[in-house]
Each structure stands twice: as structure tokens, then as C-alpha cells.
């Protein structure tokens, strides 16, 4: 079987590959720590689910295949899969075809897991996504949107990006643990990373862990940015919520080994892998402007139109374009087939195709995170956070009968007042318990046209230097009085 799909898959692979993959073998070899007993070493890879995982997934498999072939034996590999709401069913149809062409279902040296949230579990293309991580997910979404005007950065990614660190300590740490993990990124990225992660520690008030350590360290150095940030998010009542959101590190000391210098990641250049040896597939629901395996950045374009048509009271379409042009760039800064970019651009170049994705959006932000429109509305305004400051034009804008209620309003989230019928209609709108509404007002409100100098805290140091986002000129009412704004996403 091995030797099968061993076979197929350098017939698969680009050309180029066919090499690198001989050369890559022998170099982490010569990396392992018990070479005479190859068996005895575990190798972890990450796969999202999307075209470059799957590749490096398909690259690895190919090395590790060309090992067994040549020693008569091969080392463990560990594949490794973080669940989170944005990860729509379809694909896990993708990893589940992968594995199968791949031949790892069969493989006993392979193990095939979950991580969901600090759960590690078999990897099953039809375990349903549990509900306690649905909950955790939709409430950093909610409270992090709350905080940030839905900005599509902080709404998913700043703690998605957090959620994927951890999973990394998960996995390195179950069972035996590992010897080594795979990346795809050059030794260079994974420096300026570990640089970039101690820069925002120093800036948020904290001493790094000692760059010696390696990546224990940097998950160390993570943990304490965590801490940080998502009590900065979620409020420093919430200690156990906080608690949970914490980046495991006790791990033992281990390395990376990069494939960057053996594969071309232009999915261009492995398109016939892709498509026609692994099946993977870009649907609507899992392909979205530079993501091919989370549905998170259709909402992300989402909320930018419900921004621009509710609170600048301006027109949907118009927010939605800025989107789009924002994204149609980054896809092609990350080398995208032109194709694919098309494919993007022509879902959007209609006013019935925005319709659709509308309509499309809505559906997935109540199944994946349990939210409806007048939830998203509500975020978009931001009004509970920073002491409310935004509650009178959400309140103008949106449900002018409440203004009469204002002042209650704001005596209920500073903790003044109890009222019962007045705390449930704030929790049905917002999509948020009052507990979490009084921490959002006790806390900041980052903003997108206040400079950093005026805004203290991680978020606003996470946003400052994140190169997802966009600078542009935007009509902010319906007169078109223009200002400076930001888009950011993925």
C-alpha cells in the first residue's frame, strides 16, 4: 500500500518536488533525535484544511513514504487538525479526501487528531462540532466585535490566532509528546514571528521568556500576551473565562523543521495535486477571499457592509466594495491564481450576487456562531463598550423607542440599577449576557480613527501592527463627509 501510494503521489506532485522530496528525507533524518531507531520519533504537521496545509501535508506524507521506502521503517507522523466554529463541514470533506488519497487512514505509523479547544481527540470527518466550543467561539467573537466596531481582525483572527498557539502546545504535549514539528514557514518568518511576539510583550508591560527556551518559549511569552488580551476583551471579573483562553506551554523543548526551501506554496503550481489527486475542492461556504478552509472572512465582508449601511447609513454595496477591494489585493499579494481571484471577484461584481452572499453570510453566522442580524447590527455600533459612548446614536439609529430609556440604560450596565424586563431586551439584542455587556462597559473601546498614542492596551497594539488592513477614504454619513477609515480582514 505504502509503496502505491507512494507511487501516485510523485506522479501527483510537480515536478520540481520529485527531488526536494529525496533531499528533504535525508535532512530531517539527520534531524531526528534517535536515528537508529526512526520509528521511535514523532513528527507533527498542522493541517487547517486548506490548499497550503493540504499541500504540505501531501509533501510530508511524500517524505515520510520516501523514508520507510529507503530505512525499512519511518517515524511517527502526527497530523494535527485545530476545530473552531468557522471551519464549515465541508472541510472536513477536504482533510477527509486528503487522508484517503494520501493512504493515512490505513497507516499505523500515522495519528489523525482533533484539537478542540484543550480536548485532543481522534480525527472523525463526521463528529459533530461540540457545543461548548461553539459557545467559547461565539463568545470571543461577540465581545471582541463589541470592543473593535466588528473589525473583521479583532473580531476572529486576534483570538483564532491565540486559539491556534495553544492548540500547538495541546498536540505537542499529548501522549509521548514530539520530536519535531513541520512548518512551511522559513527560518527567517519563524524568526521575525518570535521577534514580533516579543515586541508586543515589551509594549503591553511584559518580560519575554528567554529567547533560548525556543518555542517553549514563545508559548510562554504567547500565555502571558493571552492573559493580557483577553482580559482586556472579556473583563478581569471574568478570571476563570480568562483562565481558559491561556496558551499551553509546558511542553518539552523541541524544534521546527521547515520544508520552505524543498515546495513552492504558489498553489498555482500544485493545482493538479490539489484538485485532481487530493480532491480538494473550493466551495462557497469553505472559500472565502484568501481562506480555503474558514467561512469567517464572508462575515468579515459582512459586517463591513452592515457598518457602512447602518451606522454610516450609507449603502451596503458600498461597504462590501471596500471589502472586496481590500481582499481581491491581499489574495493576489498571496499569490492566488488569478482564477481563484476571479472566482472571488465575480461572487461580488453583481448587486444580486451581493445580495446572495448576503443572504448567504446570515445563514452562516446563525449556524456556525448562533447570532442573527440584529445581533450584528448591534455589534457593529459597539455601544456598551468604553462606558457606552456609542448608546445614544445606536439607540437613535437602531431603536429609537429605548431613548427615552437612555439614562436607565446606562445606570443597568454600570452596575446602578437592576432592571429585569430592560436587561433581557439588551440581552436578546445584543446576543450577550448583562454580565458580559457591564464588562464591555468597564472596559475599552478600541477605535479605527483614534491613534495609537490615545489608546493604551494589547488590542490596540495588536492592530497597530497587523499588515491585514487597509487604509482608506470612506463617507461616514450620508452627506459623504470624508474621513480616513480602516479595513481589515483576511
Known sequence: MRTAVLNNLMGALPEHDVPAVEECATTLYNALPRQDEIEQNTVMVAYGGGKDSAYAVAFVRAVHLALAERCGATFKLRVVTMRHGGMPYQVMLNIDRTYRALGLYDDPDVELLLVEGGQVVPFD????????????????????GHRSYGDGRATFCNACNLNVANSFGVAARHGGGVDLIITGDSPQEQRDYALWIRQLARGAGQKPADAKKGFKGTLETLDGLAQAYFQEIHGSENAERVKERGVTSDIPAL????????????????????????????????????ESDCANPALMA?????????????????GIAQYVDFALELMRRKHFPEHLVEEIANRYRTEAGVESMRTAATRYGEDAFGVDTRQLVCMVYSPFAGGAANLHDYLAGELPELLPDEDRIRALLAGKEDHGALAARLERISGLSLTDLRALHDGPLWSPFAGMATQAGVLPLVMDSDPHKKIIKAKRNPEGEEVLDRVAGR
Open 255 to 290: 524544534e521546527f523543521f521547515s520544508i520552505y526551501d524543498y515546495t513552492s506554496y504558489a498553489s498555482g503550481a500544485h493545482w493538479k495535486l490539489l484538485t485532481d489527486f487530493l480532491g480538494f475542492v473550493f466551495d462557497e461556504i469553505a472559500f472565502n477571499f484568501t
Open 302 to 318: 459582512h459586517l463591513r457592509g452592515l457598518r457602512t449601511e447602518r451606522v454610516y447609513q450609507r449603502t451596503y454595496q458600498e
Open 125 to 144: 470527518r463526521d463528529r459533530s462540532m461540540p457545543h461548548r466550543l461553539i459557545a467559547f467561539n461565539r463568545t470571543d467573537m461577540l465581545m471582541s
